[in-house]
């Protein structure tokens, strides 16, 4: 607007340049101060036409200004648009899944109902069945009184009694039929809701599956599936004293299983030995199904607990009587809900009972991002045996399962088994998972924790 009322002040004088150069020449006596007067409006007029051109390029920046903003609200129109869509579809699937919750809530309560009438009814049928079979041993002490009688005349009076007793055998027969035939429509009723139960799991199965997508493997790295060996579940006695799986392959031994070792300075006792890459690796961890609780006590953990061919921890008294022989890698492999399994390996050194089997690593390789410490002094505690001192918050008490922890938050693979139907952020934060620290949650279905010496000559 400023603009505006200085050019419409000014353009007079622009518009009359040639009259007042006319009059110039035929006033070119005038005085001196009369053409300074006339050199100051030259320079007026400069200046006029220069804001002129000014306001054109102001008018030519806000028609642009005018268009960005235009394209700038029309896609904010159609980002609302879309999100708006996203949360009505997002409202349908979650009613959607309510629905189905309700329905299975409703369909396990009629099923609970049928079977307690089903039980009732299969109570009644065994009474029945009962009162027939002492009918039917009334109607054979009859028949053998009618046979004894065929050659006398009986009365009408025992006549009437034996026909009242087959009427009333009759009666009770069709009434157990009915009843029978009731039982078996209950159980067609009971198998048509079961198999409704089963598809409603399965839906409800599929929405958690998706759920867990962004808590899977997927993007990293896979890791080449190795050739396995036979596995074999008894136990090997090997002659001498083979101090752990490795030396056992180096001695000739190719199979998978449980074998019996007796590490330098210390006591034999059983180990599972896994034949793979070329060699073998003594497990020392074994995670497939839940099937073995792993909140166990201090001494559980120490000595060891599960079986060597399904799920156990091998203890700590005897890793470390293996590790102390020399330089150990310790392998990790895992498997997630999508059976996508990856690795990564630590050098590693094992501290005795007096440290509290302090753990400190150092990563080698492996195909997923580092979830443990590294150079750091891990020392091992439980529930029942968590003396860090370094806050009031008890990690194995509240996360269950004992574990090298040094901060609550760190991956603990001796946590609670969950599996996919498991729901809830509490039971997920305490179960068996694989967290990195700048990351998220890898939920996992199995693992294996597994030893292999760096230097073989050491056992020579």
């Known amino acids: 607007m400023k603009i505006l ?14 009259a007042e150069k006319d009059h110039s020449s035929f006033d070119s006596a005038a005085s001196p101060e009369t053409k300074s007067r006339f050199a100051m409006l030259d ?12 306001g054109h390029g102001l008018k030519d920046f806000v028609h642009k200004t005018k268009g960005q903003m235009n394209d700038i609200f029309q896609k904010l129109y159609i980002f609302d648009r879309s999100f708006y869509e996203l949360s009505l579809q997002t409202s349908e699937i979650k009613e959607e899944e309510e629905q189905l919750r309700q329905t299975t809530a409703r369909l396990q309560i009629n099923n609970e109902e049928i079977k307690n009438l089903s039980q009732e009814m299969n109570s009644k049928i065994e009474d029945l069945i009962l009162n027939k079979i002492q009918l039917q041993e009334k109607v054979w002490g009859l028949e053998d009184k009618v046979t004894k009688l065929a050659i006398i005349q009986p009365s009408n009076q025992e006549t009437k009694e034996i026909s009242s007793l087959k009427a009333f055998v009759e009666q009770q027969d069709n009434h157990i039929k009915q009843l029978l035939k009731t039982v078996e429509d209950q159980h067609v009723q009971l198998d048509r809701q079961h198999n409704q139960i089963l598809e409603l799991e399965d839906k409800l199965n599929h929405i958690e599956l998706q759920e867990l997508t962004d808590n899977s493997f997927l993007g990293e790295h896979t890791e080449p599936e190795a050739i ?6 008894a136990t090997h006695r090997a002659d001498g004293a083979i101090p752990d799986c490795t030396a056992l392959y180096t001695s000739g031994t ?8 007796k590490p ?18 003594t497990v020392i961890q074994k995670r497939v199904d839940g099937s073995l609780d792993f909140n166990q006590t201090w001494d559980a953990y120490t000595n060891g607990f599960g079986d060597l061919n399904e799920e156990f921890w091998l203890g700590l008294n005897k890793i470390y009587s293996i590790t102390k022989q020399g330089d150990y890698i310790l392998r990790i492999e895992l498997q997630d809900w999508r059976d ?9 050194s094992l501290g005795g009972p007096q440290t509290r089997y302090t753990l400190q690593l150092s990563r080698i390789s492996g195909s997923i991002p580092n979830a ?3 150079q750091t002094q891990l020392r091992f505690s439980t ?10 918050f008890n990690c194995p008490e509240n996360y269950l399962g004992g574990w090298w922890h040094s901060e609550c938050e760190e991956t603990n693979l001796n946590g609670k088994y969950v599996a996919p139907r498991s729901r809830g952020r509490l039971d997920r934060s305490k179960g068996l998972y694989w967290k990195p620290r700048k990351g998220r949650y890898y939920l996992l279905k199995s693992t294996q924790i597994m030893i292999h010496p760096t230097d073989l000559g050491s056992f020579d």
Request: aromatic share 12%; with cysteine.
């Open 43 to 54: 320079d007026v007029r400069i200046l006029a036409n220069g804001l002129l051109q000014l």
């Open 383 to 392: 529930a029942d045996h968590d003396r860090d001192g370094k806050n009031d």
């Open 254 to 261: 190719r199979s998978s299983g449980v074998y019996t070792i």
């Open 372 to 374: 443990l410490p590294e």
């Open 340 to 348: 996508n399994k990856r690795y990564i390996e630590y050098a590693f």
């Open 5 to 18: 009322l200085v050019f419409l002040f000014i353009a007079p004088l622009a518009f009359s340049p040639r």
């Open 264 to 281: 330098n300075g210390s006591e034999a006792f059983d180990v599972y030995c896994e034949m793979k890459a070329g060699t073998s690796w």
């Open 228 to 233: 396995p060996s036979p596995v074999h579940n």
